[in-house]
């Protein structure tokens, strides 16, 4: 019987819906994927900017508590009661969660003619004491100069506006409240004399006919609060840093703080090892360092409990929309001074979420391509069970069908025998003839199917040793001798000289040979002619050596050379011609071979004939070695 090879076309629709899926899922995980990315992208982009504006708004109402905090009244400064002032300055450090914030306190006062004077604070005496412009502070004096020289320009009603903070230092500028009380002392001078009782400078007139005594009164006042640039980056911009940002090995942004326009200024990183030109750009920028009205006036209404203590009454709140700046009050100011800078590690948030997408990417095709090898090592195991399923059945139907015909003609001529049906002398050695020429198929038989039992299941056992291989040779042909002569068989034997010892287990290559003289008497053609061959040759890989058994048979069909070392497989001359056998002679041919490290080759000439070799290494060292378990193909 053929044994022809399992068809998958069962499998081919289950392959092909497979597939099907396979690619549609594909298709609709590299969208959602996509989409999810871009979501994903939004939202730490919508997180990353909330943040850094509560860092902002965190850092500036801090300066705006300063700023209520630290306001000198005009009764302070008309008394000169500095006692007053110093304990609302205790009162700061005491409550202020940040008290290195503030670095020193300056009082400008102007006067009448604008003269602009500058006193300092000395903790030690706990007063103001005249104090020559520092140098940081020059930007501030030229300021506050150009300021009130417009009151001499443009006469009565002047607006003046100066900024909340200020870049130089930085610092804070917080005017003198109830300013109305300086000007007591020009009362009856001047009926044009009003003042605005605002957190912030407001209209007011200069007194125009004032004595000379009065020319060095105070017209208007500031305190400048000179903040502490080293605190702000050691310890209050980290703290925030670390409130709204955690620090850590997963730290996703760099974050840095520049100073606006002037891009060359680092105030703080939160990695020593980057410099300023890593932060000209970010996936997030904040600008603070400044004081909105609406700032000071929600403290003012809400009460604060950290300005308890603190003379507010009498302010009066105005909502006014915008950031504090050069312009009047109510107006559009500044965006802050300083600029926050969140950048991703990665580059960008852009890049990080590229990668984030290619990662997810390839885990979710990853996932389909594992389930896709599934479904194939599904169907290879479906299709290996059935060739399983089908070599067993192969296995019996061949078995049976082999051992019928020599136990249905040694029963017949046992019962011959028996019978006394035979009383010729010469007629009973035929029948003993035939009995035994079927025991002794019967038993290559069963040792053959023992043998191949044994291979599969790799109980196998071969003794390697070191072994001449003329002895072999001419044991397998001399072993066969009877069946030659039987078959009309001549076998031309070529042996060449000094060939060297190999590693082999002697009886079963012996075994090995004689089935491949064996195949080549059932299909070896008519002229009765078997050619064995041993030879030394030198390969790639080192010298072998080839015992091939050559016919001038009518060849094999190309059609069954891929299959003819399957167990059970009869080709299709086999099948033409009903020739007896149980097609498990070349599959142990090759078990034995492979066993032996090498391996066994076909070649086969159309109407000419066929040859099988046996290529065996070259190696006298003893081994032991066990056949493992083969898979049915």
């Given at each position: 019987?053929?044994?022809?090879?399992?068809?998958?076309?069962a499998?081919l629709p289950?392959?092909?819906a497979?597939?099907a899926?396979?690619v549609l899922?594909?298709t609709?995980?590299?969208?959602w994927v996509g989409?999810?990315?871009?979501?994903e992208r939004?939202?730490?982009?919508?997180?990353?900017?909330?943040?850094?504006?509560?860092?902002?708004?965190?850092?500036?109402r801090?300066l705006?508590?300063?700023?209520?905090?630290?306001q000198m009244?005009?009764?302070t400064?008309?008394?000169?009661?500095?006692?007053?002032?110093?304990?609302?300055?205790d009162?700061?450090?005491e409550?202020?969660?940040?008290?290195?914030?503030v670095?020193?306190?300056?009082?400008v006062q102007?006067s009448?003619?604008?003269?602009?004077?500058?006193?300092?604070?000395d903790?030690?005496?706990?007063?103001f004491?005249p104090?020559?412009?520092?140098?940081?502070l020059?930007p501030?004096?030229?300021?506050?100069?150009?300021?009130?020289?417009?009151?001499?320009?443009?006469g009565?009603q002047?607006?003046?506006?100066?900024?909340?903070?200020?870049?130089?230092?930085?610092s804070l500028l917080?005017p003198?409240?109830?300013?109305?009380?300086l000007?007591?002392q020009?009362?009856g001078?001047?009926?044009?004399?009003v003042?605005?009782?605002l957190v912030f400078?407001?209209?007011?007139?200069?007194?125009?006919r004032?004595?000379?005594?009065?020319?060095?009164?105070p017209?208007l006042?500031?305190?400048?609060?000179?903040?502490?640039?080293?605190y702000?980056?050691t310890?209050f911009?980290?703290?925030?840093v670390?409130r709204?940002?955690?620090p850590?090995?997963d730290?996703?942004?760099?974050?840095?703080v520049?100073?606006?326009g002037?891009?060359s200024e680092?105030?703080?990183?939160?990695?020593?090892t980057?410099?300023?030109?890593?932060f000209?750009?970010?996936?997030a920028?904040v600008?603070?360092?400044?004081?909105?009205y609406d700032?000071?006036?929600?403290l003012?209404?809400?009460?604060?409990?950290?300005?308890?203590?603190?003379?507010?009454?009498?302010r009066?709140a105005?909502?006014?929309?915008?950031r504090?700046g050069?312009?009047?009050?109510g107006?559009?100011g500044?965006?802050g001074?300083?600029r926050l800078?969140?950048?991703?590690?990665?580059?960008?948030?852009?890049a990080?979420?590229?990668a984030?997408?290619?990662?997810?990417?390839?885990?979710s095709?990853?996932?389909?391509?594992?389930l896709?090898?599934?479904?194939?090592?599904?169907?290879v195991?479906?299709?290996?069970?059935?060739?399983?399923?089908r070599q067993q059945?192969?296995?019996a139907?061949?078995v049976?069908?082999?051992?019928?015909?020599?136990?249905a003609?040694?029963?017949s001529?046992?019962?011959?025998l028996a019978?006394g049906?035979v009383?010729?002398p010469?007629?009973?050695?035929?029948?003993?003839?035939?009995i035994?020429?079927?025991?002794?198929?019967?038993?290559?038989?069963?040792?053959?199917v023992?043998?191949?039992?044994?291979?599969q299941s790799?109980?196998?056992?071969?003794?390697?040793q070191?072994?001449?291989?003329?002895?072999?040779?001419?044991?397998?042909?001399?072993?066969?001798?009877?069946?030659?002569?039987?078959?009309g068989?001549?076998?031309?034997?070529?042996?060449?000289?000094e060939?060297?010892?190999?590693?082999?287990d002697?009886?079963?290559l012996?075994?090995?040979?004689?089935n491949?003289?064996?195949?080549a008497?059932?299909?070896?053609?008519?002229?009765g002619?078997?050619?064995?061959?041993a030879?030394?040759?030198?390969?790639?890989?080192g010298?072998e050596?080839?015992i091939?058994?050559?016919?001038?048979?009518p060849g094999?069909?190309?059609?069954?050379?891929?299959h003819?070392?399957?167990?059970f497989?009869r080709?299709?001359?086999?099948q033409?011609?009903q020739?007896p056998?149980?097609?498990?002679?070349?599959?142990l041919?090759r078990h034995?071979v492979?066993?032996?490290?090498g391996r066994?080759?076909?070649?086969?000439?159309?109407?000419q004939?066929s040859?099988?070799?046996?290529?065996?290494p070259?190696?006298a060292?003893?081994?032991?070695?066990?056949?493992?378990a083969?898979?049915?193909?």
């Amino acid at each position: 019987m053929i044994r022809r090879p399992l068809a998958i076309t069962a499998f081919l629709p289950l392959m092909a819906a497979a597939l099907a899926a396979l690619v549609l899922l594909a298709t609709l995980q590299y969208h959602w994927v996509g989409q999810l990315s871009a979501g994903e992208r939004e939202q730490r982009q919508a997180d990353l900017v909330l943040s850094a504006t509560r860092l902002g708004e965190d850092f500036d109402r801090e300066l705006a508590r300063a700023y209520l905090a630290l306001q000198m009244d005009a009764a302070t400064l008309r008394d000169q009661d500095w006692e007053r002032f110093a304990r609302r300055l205790d009162r700061w450090h005491e409550r202020a969660p940040y008290p290195g914030l503030v670095r020193t306190v300056y009082l400008v006062q102007v006067s009448q003619i604008g003269r602009v004077g500058l006193s300092r604070y000395d903790a030690a005496t706990r007063s103001f004491k005249p104090e020559i412009w520092p140098f940081e502070l020059l930007p501030v004096r030229r300021r506050i100069e150009r300021t009130y020289q417009a009151i001499f320009s443009q006469g009565n009603q002047v607006n003046v506006s100066l900024p909340l903070v200020d870049r130089a230092g930085p610092s804070l500028l917080v005017p003198v409240s109830r300013p109305w009380l300086l000007a007591d002392q020009a009362d009856g001078f001047s009926a044009d004399l009003v003042f605005s009782d605002l957190v912030f400078p407001g209209t007011f007139s200069r007194c125009v006919r004032c004595p000379p005594e009065l020319y060095d009164t105070p017209l208007l006042a500031h305190t400048i609060v000179e903040l502490d640039r080293a605190y702000i980056a050691t310890t209050f911009l980290p703290a925030l840093v670390a409130r709204y940002f955690p620090p850590g090995a997963d730290s996703e942004y760099h974050i840095g703080v520049v100073e606006e326009g002037n891009p060359s200024e680092l105030i703080f990183s939160s990695d020593a090892t980057l410099d300023v030109g890593a932060f000209s750009s970010g996936d997030a920028e904040v600008s603070f360092l400044d004081i909105t009205y609406d700032e000071l006036n929600a403290l003012i209404l809400a009460n604060d409990p950290r300005l308890e203590g603190s003379d507010l009454r009498g302010r009066i709140a105005l909502g006014v929309l915008g950031r504090s700046g050069e312009q009047g009050a109510g107006e559009q100011g500044t965006a802050g001074q300083w600029r926050l800078v969140l950048k991703h590690r990665q580059g960008s948030l852009d890049a990080a979420i590229a990668a984030l997408r290619a990662r997810n990417l390839l885990v979710s095709f990853g996932t389909l391509m594992l389930l896709g090898v599934s479904i194939l090592m599904l169907l290879v195991a479906t299709r290996r069970a059935q060739r399983l399923a089908r070599q067993q059945i192969d296995f019996a139907s061949a078995v049976s069908h082999e051992l019928r015909t020599p136990l249905a003609v040694i029963c017949s001529a046992g019962e011959n025998l028996a019978d006394g049906l035979v009383h010729d002398p010469q007629r009973a050695r035929r029948y003993g003839a035939v009995i035994y020429n079927e025991g002794r198929r019967l038993t290559d038989m069963v040792e053959q199917v023992l043998a191949f039992a044994g291979t599969q299941s790799g109980r196998q056992r071969y003794q390697l040793q070191p072994s001449d291989v003329r002895p072999i040779v001419e044991g397998a042909v001399q072993g066969m001798q009877l069946q030659l002569r039987e078959g009309g068989y001549e076998v031309e034997l070529k042996l060449a000289p000094e060939l060297p010892p190999i590693s082999a287990d002697p009886v079963a290559l012996r075994r090995s040979l004689q089935n491949l003289i064996s195949n080549a008497m059932k299909y070896g053609g008519d002229d009765g002619w078997i050619g064995v061959t041993a030879q030394l040759v030198s390969t790639e890989s080192g010298p072998e050596l080839q015992i091939s058994v050559d016919d001038h048979g009518p060849g094999i069909a190309p059609a069954d050379q891929p299959h003819l070392f399957e167990p059970f497989y009869r080709g299709q001359l086999a099948q033409a011609r009903q020739t007896p056998g149980s097609g498990l002679g070349l599959s142990l041919v090759r078990h034995t071979v492979t066993a032996h490290g090498g391996r066994v080759s076909l070649e086969s000439w159309p109407g000419q004939g066929s040859r099988f070799t046996m290529h065996l290494p070259v190696r006298a060292q003893p081994r032991f070695v066990q056949s493992p378990a083969v898979e049915a193909p």
